[in-house]
T-cell receptor, first 113, second 106 residues
Framework: DGGITQSPKYLFRKEGQNVTLSCEQN?????MYWYRQDPGQGLRLIYY???????QKGDIAEGYSVSREKKESFPLTVTSAQKNPTAFYLC????????????FGPGTRLTVL | KQEVTQIPAALSVPEGENLVLNCSFT??????LQWFRQDPGKGLTSLLL?????REQTSGRLNASLDKSSGRSTLYIAASQPGDSATYLC?????FGAGTRLTVKP
């Protein structure tokens, strides 16, 4: 089945630690995205990538980093510099151009203890 | 910077009622507008995508319209069912509204 997978579903982190969230897609999409969702709010764009080895900052990139070494994978690292990382993280993909229809994964809920 | 607003924030209707959800955006230079559904604790499910050159899109009981000049889109749900209960989000150029939480009462 084609789709987007995110792991883990739940993640707990101690303050001061870096954590990496996984996102994989088998839709053969060129573009991939990371969003953050806080309770009762819409999604905010963290980073997006339109091609392997290239990515652009979104509206809230501070404290986050990404890599795009393979077309299928777009991992997100939440660094210790992110002051309020507890949130629901959603990964999406689309064909190009980057404003095409987006498809989402099931999300990862990150909690900082 | 594109800003997207959705009104109302929450809506409760009896089963069978037709309803309209609203989405407004500040910059009319859009590529497309997408409507999503989100169930609690889940990812987003794409409902409808309207290209900037289109005025509306339909899928089953759902109809979405787009008026770029006024910066508005509506999502019309016909004959609502309890299974339609969810949060509905609209997105314009990778920017999202906060969503409308819909409850359909049996």
């Amino acid at each position: 089945d084609g789709g987007i997978t995110q792991s883990p579903k739940y993640l707990f982190r101690k303050e001061g630690q870096n954590v990496t969230l996984s996102c994989e897609q088998n839709l053969n999409h060129d573009a991939m995205y990371w969003y953050r969702q806080d309770p009762g709010q819409g999604l905010r764009l963290i980073y997006y990538s339109q091609i392997v080895n290239d990515f652009q900052k979104g509206d809230i990139a501070e404290g986050y980093s990404v890599s795009r070494e393979k077309k299928e994978s777009f991992p997100l690292t939440v660094t210790s510099a992110q002051k309020n990382p507890t949130a629901f993280y959603l990964c999406a993909s689309s064909s190009l151009p980057s404003y095409n229809e987006q498809f989402f994964g099931p999300g990862t809920r990150l909690t900082v203890l | 910077k594109q800003e997207v607003t959705q009104i109302p924030a929450a809506l409760s209707v009896p089963e069978g009622e037709n309803l309209v959800l609203n989405c407004s955006f500040t910059d009319s230079a859009i590529y497309n507008l997408q409507w999503f559904r989100q169930d609690p604790g889940k990812g987003l499910t794409s409902l409808l995508l309207i290209q900037s050159s289109q005025r509306e899109q339909t899928s089953g009981r759902l109809n979405a319209s787009l008026d770029k000049s006024s910066g508005r889109s509506t999502l019309y749900i016909a004959a609502s069912q309890p299974g339609d209960s969810a949060t509905y989000l609209c997105a314009v150029n990778m920017r999202f509204g906060a969503g409308t939480r819909l409850t359909v009462k049996p």
